[in-house]
């Protein structure tokens, strides 16, 4: 029953310079499949850390795309807006007559009868008149 119980072998292990060859030859065929098993291990792992990496890069250049169609978009809505504002002003002043005959004589060449037009040099698109019979 002390054999059963007890599973060490009784075999002693002789310390001379053959067993010694053997087990360093031993430990030696024995370390390789220790390393493929590390190696397998840290391929895993640099697999799994990479594939939320990835993810995450993709999330930032997204995030970065919306900067910058939010940038663009908010750029556009200050131009609009302002090209809103100028235009209603224009239709305020249209509905004035003594703008409109003034707009229309500056920007079409529009005189009176007996009236000359005379272009300064310092700027062609103003319009100097002068009456003649008023």
Sequence with gaps: ?????????????????????????HRQTSS???????GLILITVVIVLAIPTYGLVKSFQS???ART???????????IK??????????KNMQNSVYLQKYARARYQFVK???KIFTTPSSSSSVATQNEGN
Excluded: C
């Excluded at 002789?14 to 010694?20: D, I, Q, V």
């Excluded at 390789?32 to 590390?38: C, E, Q, S, V």
């Design 113 to 115: 009868p007996g009236e």
């Design 82 to 91: 302002y090209m809103a504002s100028s235009q209603a002003e224009l239709i």
């Design 32 to 38: 390789g499949p220790k390393r493929k098993f590390l």
């Design 63 to 65: 995030l970065q795309s």
């Design 1 to 25: 029953m002390d054999q059963q119980t007890n599973n060490k072998p009784r075999v002693v292990r002789l310390n001379n310079e053959y067993t010694n060859q053997q087990m360093a030859k």
């Design 69 to 79: 169609t939010e940038t663009r978009t908010i750029s556009q809505s200050k131009d």
